[in-house]
């Protein structure tokens, strides 16, 4: 319903906007890069871009592609100007839409990564593209055609903001309903991905994988102690000196504290998408029924 909310003082109170003239599309990601500059990406027909640089008082279109084709699943920013948003596959080609002005205007990549048959992105939570360090970006994908299934899923890796790809696998069934549907990294090497079939939301099976090596191979250890169900976010917080990867799903929240080799259920209390501010200390998960929450940061101490 084109609508955005927002909070000022960490959540005391709440501001309710229904962005003019995007009353019939539905925002799938957003990205604040500061407290005045906003990005927020639509799915769906028409594909939109707005723009807020007064805090989401008012909003500006920046694009607009009226290509039924065209379906946007996420978007990320390297630096407070360089950014990116990933789409499904047109003629079995990555859409790939990139900005470096801070999301005032976009332009398509004429030349993207191959997909295979029946392969997309799920936009389930904007974190199934993400962009690392200062050059790396990540494209976690699934689906399948029909009737049809792959014991792995892809991940296609670009170590230069999109110049060259290579794509590795992942331990993720692949088909019309699961796969990869969220990526986070501690550093450079580090990360976790997470996912499995968002109609089967209790399956704790091909649902999480951990990389050392920054994405080059995915493993999942042979004692697995996997998140609670299928996850559709997964995101990272730093307290005291700790990292923890948070991930979410309808049917519950976990949490790994040893670089997601093991999962620990602490909420039964569901999500779509979750996030922490860069200093890995405030986070914020977002679930049906305009259901929104922030972290504790005192449990985070107490988990083990």
């Known amino acids: 319903g084109g609508t955005v909310i927002n909070t000022h003082d960490a959540g005391t109170t709440w501001n309710v906007k229904t962005i003019e003239g995007a009353e019939q599309l539905d ?14 990406m639509t799915s769906g027909t028409p594909a939109r871009i707005y723009r807020t ?27 407070d100007k360089n950014g990116v948003i990933m789409g499904d596959p047109i003629d079995n080609s990555l859409f790939l839409l990139r900005t470096t002005d801070g999301g005032s205007t976009w332009k398509q990549d004429a030349k993207t990564p191959r997909t295979l048959p029946g392969e997309a992105g799920f936009a389930a939570s904007g974190t199934n593209a993400i962009a ?17 299934s792959n014991e792995t899923s892809r991940i296609l890796i ?13 331990p993720f069934e692949r088909t019309p309903s699961a796969g990869v549907f969220s990526i986070a990294f501690a550093d450079e090497k580090n990360g976790v991905a997470v996912g499995g079939d968002y109609q089967d939301a209790e399956s704790k099976e091909n649902n999480f994988a951990f990389t050392n090596d920054g994405g080059q191979t995915w493993v999942t250890p ?8 299928y996850r559709s976010g997964v995101a990272v917080t730093r307290n005291d000196g700790m990292i923890r990867f948070v ?31 860069p200093d890995g200390v405030t986070g914020w998960a977002s679930g049906s029924n305009g259901r929104i929450a922030r972290w ?3 449990f985070d101490r107490d988990v083990k």
């Open 27 to 40: 925002f799938r990601d957003i990205h604040a890069i500061d407290t005045d500059t906003v990005v927020a």
């Open 53 to 79: 640089t007064d805090g989401g008082d008012t909003w500006k279109l920046c694009y607009e592609n009226k290509d039924e084709r065209v379906f946007m699943d996420a978007m990320s920013f390297w630096d």
């Open 132 to 148: 690392n360090g200062k050059q790396a970006f990540f494209v976690a994908l699934g689906g399948a055609e029909e009737n049809k």
């Open 158 to 170: 670009s170590p230069d903001r999109g110049s060259q790809w290579t794509a590795v696998t992942a």
């Open 222 to 229: 042979r004692d697995r102690r996997p998140p609670s169900g």
């Open 247 to 277: 991930t979410v799903g309808p049917s519950g929240t976990d949490v790994s504290a040893d670089s997601g080799r093991k999962w620990r259920r602490i909420s039964n209390q569901g999500f779509h998408a979750v996030a922490f501010a």
């Open 296 to 298: 504790n940061n005192h």
